[in-house]
């Protein structure tokens, strides 16, 4: 969890709004309350530790509601990161998959995913509503970044782009609801003249008239200058897709590495190594080495955080199971 440097320099109301800290204990308690009967045993002490380390570590957002996930924005870096890091083996098999597939992955660390978010990071690889097309993971990942990091951003930038199509005022810069972001979505894919785009300069105008008032996470208007000042004329998912790639964006959220180095993850590497190694000198240990794991979980049953230690195996078993069949089938 990123921390600002300046943050001795804040009040204690800047510091808690900064970094959440009243959500998170409101969640931990409420999480207390509704398994008291498992956590008390166990001395809520160090039940408390557990939760916040794993809020520190970024894990404490698996198999959570996704109302949790967006809830902060330290919580959307965190399950953008445990993409990554479950599912890269796909980009490095070189694998296309569809949205389907790609929404279908997000749900199994989030169950409630929505399907609409995966939609319209889709449609920002595509720059059509071809849902159906097959898309690179690295393509897919850096798009659905933005849709989730910066997602009332994208709202509140769709409006503008939409009023500018329409010819109306883009003076009055309004926040979407959740219906008319929809609604607004289908236009933008309909819109005949969307594919010509609107003029850039006017564009970037009132992205910064937004940004100025806005509350909501939004990329750098250093970025986004950058990116509207290299043409005269820009669609909406043109734009998004230039945010995607643009590297000091990628950098600044921090969930991400960059794209070179977007499939390299040595730490990971070297322990599928040490594992396979280990399966491959002593195959029998391995076998007791199970059924002593089987033995030590009964054991932990009822340990509190429960779900924190099966995050960290699951997180690791995601990354390390493909690994594993891509050895077998070679």
Known sequence: MKMNTDRFNLTVDEYLAETN?????????TQLLEHKDEYTQFGVVR???EYFTSVKNGNHVLFREFSYIKATSHNRESFIHIFWKCFRQIGKNGDLLAMAEYSSLLQLLCPDFPTEMVQNAARIVLTEDATD???SFSDFIYSFQIQLFFEEFVESVSVI???????????TVIVP????VEQLSSAVNEEPDAQGGVDSSIFCECIEGLCERFKHKFPSTVAVKEILESSQRVSFYGFLMALAKHEGVNQDIG???NKSDLLIDPEMDQELERLIAQVAISPTSNNSSSSAAGQKETSKKASPRKSLHQRKRIEMESDGSTEETDSSEN
């Open 21 to 29: 800290v009243l959500y998170y204990l409101n969640d931990a308690v």
């Open 47 to 49: 039940y408390f530790a």
């Open 133 to 135: 097309c097959l898309m």
């Open 161 to 171: 782009y939409q009023d500018l199509l329409s010819g109306k005022s883009p003076n």
């Open 177 to 180: 609801t959740s219906t008319s």
């Open 255 to 257: 969930a991400l590495p």
